[in-house]
C-alpha cells in the first residue's frame, strides 16, 4: 500500500474524477446522453462544479441523465428461462429474509454439500463465459485459480465496468445483492480463497449502500465470515468504493487501484489468476457473471447449456437507451437476432430512423440497419466488425453526425487513457484534437488511418483498441460522411 500523504498518494488522487464520491447535482456526459441530446436538438450540459466530465451515471433510459432522476428502467424477460430477471420483475429486494424465502442461499447450500472442484465442473460445463465483454471462459478462469498453490487468493467483483450506454450492473447491485454475495462465497469456496472484495463505482453511490447493508445481514445469518453456514469454510468480503475512472473497469487497473497504486493496466502474463491483488491469485468477475452462478448451480450446467447459440450459452442482459420506443433491461437467449431486439423488443425507434447502433458501448464497431440480421453471439458480432461487450444498446439516429460522434468517442476515450501505452495516450488525444478540429491539429485523413492501425496494433487493453475498432467501424460504414470530415 502507498502512504497516505506523500507527494505520490496526490498524484493518484489526481488521476480520478469522484475522489469525494459522485456530486448532488450530477450530469451525465456519456455517449447515450450524447445522442439523446443530439437528438431533441439541444447542448448537452457538462457538470460546472467538476472538471472532468462524468461519462455514465446508469440511467441511458433516462437520457440526457442527471444524478436527481429518480426513474427506473423497464425489466422484462424475452427468453425461454430467465435466468437473471425473473425475480427482479417485479420487486427489489428489500432484506435478505426475502431474499431466502425465495430460494435465495440454497446456491451456496448445495455448493458447500459439493467438493471445490465439482462446482468448478458445473460451471465449465454450463458453458458460461465472462459478461464484462471479452467473452473468456469462467470455469476456466475459476479453475486457473484453484490450480495455485497459495496460502492466499481473492475473489474480486469487478462493479466498475462503466461503459456509457450499458446500466445492467447498476440494477443488478441495486436489485439483488444478496445473489451477487452468494456467488461470491461460492467462487471463493471452489477456488480456494478466504476473502472477497467488491469493488463498486463511485457514480453507484445507493448500489454500494445496498451491498454494505446485505453484506452486513450476511455476517449477521452466518454466511459471510468463519464457518459458513456450519460448513467450516471461511470467507469475509469488504466493499471497496471506485472513485471514478473508466479504466478500473479492466481488471489489472482495478487490482492496481484496490493497492492505492496508480490504476495503469498491466502487461500481460503473468495474468490475475496467477498474480492478482497483492501479488496472490486473484478471480475477478464481473457483476453479470457472478449473477448467473446461483441459477446454474441450482438448475444444473446442462438446464444452463440448453439455453444459447454457439459458444454462447445461456442468456444476456442487454440494456436499451433512450432513443428506443421501450428502452429498459431485458433478457434475452443468445442466439436472438438483432432484428428482433431492435423492432420487437425495442420497438424501433421513439422518433424518426435509425442510422446506427453502437452494441458494446462506445468502444466498439457500429452496426447499420443491413447487419441487423446478426444473431446476438460472440463471434457472429464479431464478423460484421462489432463486438458485444457489456451489452449496452446504443442506437443514434440522423441527427447524430459521424464526425461530431467520433470527436465525443475519442474525447472520451483520451480523457479515461491510463497514459500507460503510447499509442493509446498520445493516439485518442490527437483523435481528439483532430475532429475538434482544435489550433495545431491539422485534418489529414492517412494521419486517421495511421492513428487507428497503430491503437489498433500497440495499446494494451480493450480502451485503446476498441477505440480503434469503433474509428474503423465508422470509417468503413460511414466513408463519405468521415471523409467530409476533412475537407
Not at 453479470?288 to 447449456?305: C, D, F, S, V
Amino acid at each position: 500500500m502507498i502512504p497516505a500523504g506523500t507527494g505520490y498518494d496526490e498524484e493518484i488522487k489526481s488521476f480520478y474524477t469522484l475522489n469525494k464520491g459522485l456530486p448532488e447535482r450530477a450530469k451525465c456526459s456519456g455517449t447515450a446522453c450524447f445522442v439523446a441530446s443530439k437528438s431533441m436538438g439541444i447542448e448537452l450540459q457538462d457538470q460546472s462544479n467538476y472538471d472532468k466530465r462524468i461519462y455514465c451515471l446508469g440511467k441511458c433510459f433516462a437520457a440526457p441523465a442527471s444524478s436527481q432522476d429518480k426513474s427506473i428502467p423497464r425489466i422484462a424477460n424475452f427468453s425461454r428461462k430467465s435466468v437473471l430477471v425473473g425475480p427482479l420483475m417485479g420487486h427489489q429486494y428489500a432484506s435478505l429474509d426475502q431474499y431466502m424465502h425465495e430460494n435465495g442461499m440454497s446456491a451456496l447450500k448445495a455448493a458447500l454439500s459439493m467438493s471445490p472442484d465439482s462446482v468448478i465442473s458445473e460451471i465449465e460445463k454450463s458453458g458460461l463465459r465472462g459478461r464484462g465483454g471479452a467473452g473468456f471462459p469462467t470455469g476456466l478462469k475459476w479453475r486457473s485459480v484453484a490450480k495455485e498453490k497459495a496460502r492466499t487468493k481473492y475473489v474480486v467483483m469487478n462493479g466498475d465496468e462503466g461503459d456509457p450506454g450499458s446500466y445492467i450492473d447498476r440494477y443488478l447491485m441495486e436489485y439483488n445483492p444478496y445473489a451477487l454475495i452468494e456467488s461470491m462465497i461460492i467462487c471463493g469456496y471452489a477456488v480456494g480463497a478466504s476473502t472477497g472484495y467488491a469493488y463498486i463505482r463511485a457514480e453507484y453511490p445507493e448500489a454500494i449502500s445496498k451491498f454494505l447493508n446485505a453484506a452486513k445481514e450476511m455476517e449477521s445469518a452466518g454466511f459471510l465470515g468463519k464457518n459458513s453456514m456450519s460448513s467450516g469454510f471461511h470467507f469475509d468480503l469488504s466493499v471497496v468504493q471506485g472513485k471514478g475512472s473508466y479504466i478500473c473497469g479492466e481488471e489489472t487497473a482495478l487490482i492496481k487501484s484496490m493497492e492505492g497504486q496508480r490504476p495503469e493496466v498491466s502487461i500481460r502474463p503473468p495474468y490475475p489468476t496467477e498474480k492478482g491483488l497483492f501479488g496472490n491469485p486473484t478471480v475477478v468477475n464481473n457483476v453479470e457473471t457472478l449473477a448467473n452462478i446461483p441459477w446454474i448451480i441450482r438448475n444444473g450446467h446442462k438446464a444452463y447449456g440448453d439455453l444459447g447459440y454457439g459458444k454462447s450459452r445461456g442468456t444476456k442482459l442487454l440494456s436499451l437507451n433512450s432513443l428506443f420506443a421501450n428502452p429498459g433491461i431485458y433478457e434475452v437467449e443468445f442466439g436472438t437476432s438483432l432484428d428482433t431486439i431492435f423492432y420487437d423488443i425495442g420497438g424501433g425507434m421513439k422518433h424518426g430512423s435509425v442510422k446506427g447502433v453502437m452494441l458494446g458501448g462506445p468502444l466498439s464497431g457500429i452496426m447499420v440497419p443491413d447487419e441487423f440480421r446478426t444473431k446476438l453471439d460472440y463471434e457472429e458480432i464479431r464478423k460484421v466488425g462489432a463486438s458485444l461487450g457489456h451489452g449496452g444498446i446504443i442506437a443514434f439516429d440522423e441527427s447524430t453526425g459521424i464526425c461530431d460522434l467520433i470527436e465525443h468517442v475519442s474525447t472520451f476515450a483520451a480523457s479515461e487513457s491510463c497514459g500507460k501505452c503510447t499509442p493509446c495516450r498520445l493516439g485518442t488525444a490527437e483523435l481528439s484534437r483532430m475532429f475538434r478540429r482544435e489550433s495545431g491539429a491539422t485534418p489529414d485523413y492517412r494521419r486517421f488511418e495511421r492513428d487507428i492501425e497503430s491503437l489498433a496494433a500497440g495499446s494494451l487493453c480493450g480502451l485503446g483498441t476498441g477505440m480503434a475498432e469503433f474509428a474503423r467501424s465508422a470509417q468503413m460504414k460511414f466513408r463519405e460522411e468521415v471523409k467530409s470530415c476533412f475537407m
